[in-house]
């Protein structure tokens, strides 16, 4: 009988099947059920260790003894599925289907039956589900094969049932995720209830009932966080790649209003569930979460787990553990927070206000009311300013000027117009022997203006040789040249050759001298007829280990050479006098003998032209002794000869330096040292000045020109307006572009203290005291793709100290100065409060005009405006970082300035109002 011949619609007959055909009719029943996941479909768990076992006596042809299905091995001691079992390793998943067919034939168990739930993001099964204790009067009650698919009020319900001297109008049950109380509308899964989360049964009407320390009503108070010493100073553990996250969310802990606002529990007031675009309250009670966890300071570092599943949940590109943005996790959170908190219920529509007849602060005050009819919380509270934008056409000059809201300030980094390029020179070698070392140096250049002729001559000013002899080439990754693999004199430095491995190579040949088609010839790799014309070749030499990967082991070499003398005696010659620098001919003839001939250690292959890949290409083997032109010379301009490596040979290994053939043991001249340690460096108010730079929109981002009815490449410009109390400034470090990503590590030079945004404030604005202060800085450091972040930051309600953040570890910063970095990556400023320092100088310098000669036995008393951005400002005695002039000094001319106000007051008497 031919096997599967008794098979139905992949099922088997009323025969005995044997039991390969039992197993192709379980993989077909196993492919029926592989198809897309549906809630309630129900799966089953297969020990993994019986599912072998009888898979290889299926495959082995065995029809013996039948042993029953065996799931005893998956169970713990309770009887439930074990412990941390994984898929695949422990257990199979097996359809409906698969599992009858199973039971039809084996009999056995037990059966571990498993649903299909939504965990908030996608279908899934749900392999484990929760045993919940839930406290009660001193004591716990137990709910077993709990699924995280239920509400928390179906949970409730079946509590109630489960347990009947209890009931729904005497007690309540309670949820709680850390110290966050979780409305029951919720699946367990999206209140990321676990197996070690708070439930708690507490008696309604005053019924003697025991209450958890976690209850709300036991939290400490806004007094408490603020008089422990150690609060705010809690690390967040890292989860896997999300340092990013760590970082903003110290920086935002560290803002003190906010922090007060959700501390003091007034932001469960203003939770709006039912706002269709925020987080149904979700995202701010998971974020209060972390910073009672971050402020209570009963443990060194939290795990702010709750936080990443809703940032997860709400933005795909959170969900998961790989490394992000830190200020677009900033900025999602905060737009997620206003949306959770924002107390409008009903949001109007609103027209948009556009400036024309009316003066600028007409229109923008108008645009402020329309934005806050529609946006208000503690987020626009605390973080939103204005700013308004002229746009005007080229055309018919339509000018149209809008003031928009911002949260936070993306400020561009405005390039510094050289930069620095590295060369490294390869001279020629010295035949028959002798080391030749590679040289590294650095130069300035202009982008899009300085020349490769530029280049060489620079370099060979520093080496002495001939620029006419010198190539310039591109090393790419994989240790070959660009395919172009020289350029011309006339062709530009590029902005990315700074980011690119240059290499000069000196050669025989005055190659720059060569004009016309001939060296265009061998830039362009044209292929040629063999004219019988003696042209130059320009050969690139490429090394591999035989019997490997076709990869390249050393740095690419490259020699020119006529036709005329493109031999392979000639070829061998300049390939041998290259790798002599890292490779022991000597040593390698010591052990390496056959029949008293020295046995080659590579095979040399010569390719028609330069190819990354060339090995089917290559047209001939080249013989170290011939003196006759190579056929594939004839033709080619460029070309490329490959060097087989025999590693293989027991010898190899003893001759074989592979920190020199990768050009590794390189010298670098005083040069690359220079110009690395010279500090590239920007101002903060150069970034806003570059900022508010008027620019030419472009094709992508044309504006439409409602009297010219089309598109245009409009001229813009953006002016700051009003300044909100928190100012979030993100330095735009990070650039993508179709054909090139970059991170700017220039140096920014931020104040600590005294950011005055006046300048960039035009009359008319919304003017205050717009005097800021730092308080907190996130950090990227490395290169794009990773890196790592911290943070720094002011404790608020601290004597101004300095701390670091880095995941899990907080330590304390000895000097400010530390917090200004090129890693500095989002800036966080307070507007400088008048009652905190302002009116405080001004109590101290009244208090000295009554005494004037007491001065000696006051404190000291620093300047409310650092002139050079130095340290923290203190009062009465406690450290000051302000440079500049003596405290003596600047108190004398404060007290100055105020005497003489004071005095004119006097004399003109006090203000009165006109008809009093």
């Given amino acids: 009988m031919v096997e599967g011949e008794d098979f139905e619609d992949g099922r088997m007959s009323s025969r005995s099947p044997t039991r390969m055909e039992e197993y192709k009719a379980f993989q077909e029943a196993q492919r029926r059920a592989s198809g897309k996941l549906k809630i309630g479909d129900q799966f089953y768990l297969l020990d993994s260790l019986w599912y072998r076992k009888w898979e290889e006596a299926a495959r082995n042809g065995e029809n013996g003894r039948r042993e029953p299905v065996d799931n005893y091995g998956l169970l713990g001691d309770s009887l439930e599925l074990g412990e941390d079992l994984e898929e695949n390793v422990d257990f199979i998943i097996v359809g409906p289907e698969a599992w009858r067919l199973l039971l039809e034939w084996y009999d056995g168990g037990p059966e571990l039956r498993r649903e299909v739930i939504f965990n908030g993001i996608e279908n899934v099964i749900e392999i484990y589900k929760l045993n919940l204790k839930i406290k009660f009067q001193g004591g716990f009650l137990t709910q077993s094969n709990v699924s995280k698919s239920w509400t928390l009020d179906e949970l409730k319900a079946k509590i109630f049932v489960e347990y009947p001297m209890l009931n729904s109008e005497d007690y309540e049950v309670c949820f709680y995720n850390s110290s966050t109380r979780i409305p029951g509308s919720l699946t367990l899964y999206q209140g990321q209830i676990t197996s070690e989360s708070t439930l708690q049964i507490q008696p309604r009407n005053g019924l003697n009932g025991f209450q958890d320390n976690d209850d709300d009503s036991l939290q400490p108070t806004l007094e408490d966080y603020k008089n422990n010493k150690h609060s705010g100073l809690t690390g967040l553990q890292n989860l896997g790649f999300t340092c990013f996250m760590n970082s903003a969310l110290q920086c935002l802990s560290n803002t003190v209003s906010l922090s007060e606002f959700f501390l003091s529990g007034k932001y469960e007031k203003e939770i709006n569930e039912d706002n269709p675009i925020g987080r149904q309250g979700n995202l701010a009670r998971a974020y209060a979460t972390v910073l009672r966890h971050i402020w209570r300071a009963e443990e060194r570092s939290y795990a702010p787990r709750s936080l990443k599943f809703q940032l997860g949940h709400y933005a795909p590109q959170f ?59 503690i987020i626009v509270d605390l973080f939103h300013g204005q700013y308004k934008s002229t746009v005007i056409c080229p055309t018919c000059e339509k000018v149209s000027v809008t003031f928009d809201p911002f949260m936070y300030l993306t400020l561009p980094l405005p390039a510094r117009i050289e930069k620095t390029i590295e060369v490294t020179f390869v001279p020629l070698p010295i035949p028959n022997g002798g080391k030749q070392t590679p040289i590294k140096y650095a130069m300035k250049y202009i982008p899009n203006t300085t020349k490769i002729g530029d280049l060489k001559y620079y370099v060979a000013d520093k080496t002495g040789r001939n620029a006419s002899k010198l190539v310039i080439a591109v090393k790419l990754i994989y240790n070959r040249l660009d395919s172009r693999m020289a350029f011309l004199d006339k062709d530009a430095l590029k902005e990315e050759f700074s980011q690119l491995t240059i290499m000069a190579y000196e050669v025989t040949e005055e190659v720059s001298a060569i004009t016309g088609s001939a060296y265009n010839s061998i830039v362009d790799d044209e292929e040629t007829e063999d004219d019988g014309e003696d042209k130059l070749i320009m050969v690139e030499i490429l090394q591999s280990f035989s019997g490997e990967e076709i990869r390249h082991v050393t740095m690419p070499h490259l020699f020119t050479v006529r036709r005329s003398q493109c031999t392979g005696r000639r070829v061998t010659r300049e390939v041998l006098d290259r790798v002599r620098n890292y490779f022991d001919f000597e040593e390698f003839g010591k052990g390496a003998t056959k029949e008293g001939e020295l046995e080659q250690p590579f095979e040399l292959k010569f390719a028609k032209k330069a190819l990354h890949i060339a090995y089917p290409a290559v047209k001939e083997e080249v013989e170290p002794e011939s003196d006759e032109v190579l056929d594939a010379a004839r033709t080619c301009s460029k070309t490329t000869v490959f060097v087989e490596w025999n590693s293989a040979m027991e010898a190899f290994s003893d001759c074989w330096n592979y920190a020199d053939s990768l050009g590794k043991n390189l010298v670098e001249d005083e040069s690359i040292y220079r110009l690395k340690n010279e500090k590239q460096e920007v101002t903060l108010d150069e970034c806003i000045k570059f900022w508010e730079k008027e620019e030419t929109l472009t094709e992508q981002n044309a504006w439409y020109c409602p009297e010219c009815r089309e598109h245009k490449l409009a001229s813009k410009s953006l002016q700051m307006w009003r300044m909100p109390e928190f100012l979030v400034i993100h330095l735009k470090r990070f650039s993508y572009t179709t054909w090139n990503r970059n991170k700017v590590d220039v140096f920014v030079d931020f104040p600590l203290t005294g950011l005055d945004m006046k300048p960039f404030l035009p009359s008319g604005s919304a003017l205050q005291d717009n005097v800021y202060d730092l308080y907190a800085v996130s950090n990227h450091m490395g290169g794009l793709g990773g890196g790592h972040y911290t943070a720094y930051a002011i404790s608020p309600w601290k004597d101004q100290q300095w701390y670091a953040f880095d995941d899990s570890i907080v330590t304390e910063i000895n000097s400010a100065s530390t917090v200004k970095s090129s890693s500095a990556y989002v800036l966080f400023y307070r507007r400088r409060q008048r009652d905190t320092i302002y009116t405080r100088l001004t109590e101290a310098a009244v208090k000295k005009r009554a005494e004037p000669t007491g001065r000696e036995n006051q404190g000291t008393i620093a300047s409310p405006v650092d002139p050079k951005g130095g340290g923290a400002l203190t009062v009465n005695g406690k450290r000051s970082h302000a440079s500049g002039n003596s405290e003596e000094e600047r108190f004398d001319r404060f007290w100055r300035t105020l005497s003489s106000t004071l005095a004119f007051r006097e004399v003109q008497g006090p203000h009165r109002p006109r008809g009093s």
């Fill in 319 to 377: 969900h998961g553990y790989t490394q992000q943005d830190a200020q677009e996790l900033m900025a999602f959170l905060m737009d997620g927070l206003h949306e959770d908190l924002n107390r409008i219920r009903n949001k109007p529509v609103v027209e948009a206000v556009e400036g024309g007849n009316e003066p600028d602060d007409m229109v923008a005050e108008k645009a402020w009311k329309n934005h806050k009819l529609r946006n208000d919380s």
